[in-house]
């Protein structure tokens, strides 16, 4: 299914309107609100990088920035605080020696897996509360 289609129609008021709400309903309820993630002590633009860092290691600051929609600035000084806390690991980009690809170090691995067993755990408890058939129903509208 394309979620992009050139020639849809414009959304009416409602869908605008239900769309609005689930997000409302939905950064509640995972707790993205507030200025720590999953009471980590860390914001969720943080966890974000984590998660890209360790998922997808390789990628350059500015390739990550775009992905993310961050800042450029605010992801630098970001990396500093990963770089000074131990968790980044950097290398030479073999294309582009201005440039290095970023992942995470094992003390950054280690900071991160926490913070992942806890959001698939707090994912695995919502979707308990629903019926097989409406967790299907659900995971299929994603």
Known sequence: MDITAAHAAPPDEVE?????AFNRLWTRAARLIGRSYLDSGRPLSEVRVLYELANHPGQNARALAQGLGLDEG????????FAASGWLARRPDPHDARRSQLALSPAGEAAYRPLDSASRREVGEMLSELSPAARAALVQAL
């Open 74 to 81: 605010y992801l630098s000084r970001m990396l500093k605080r």
């Open 16 to 20: 605008i309107d239900r769309v609005r």
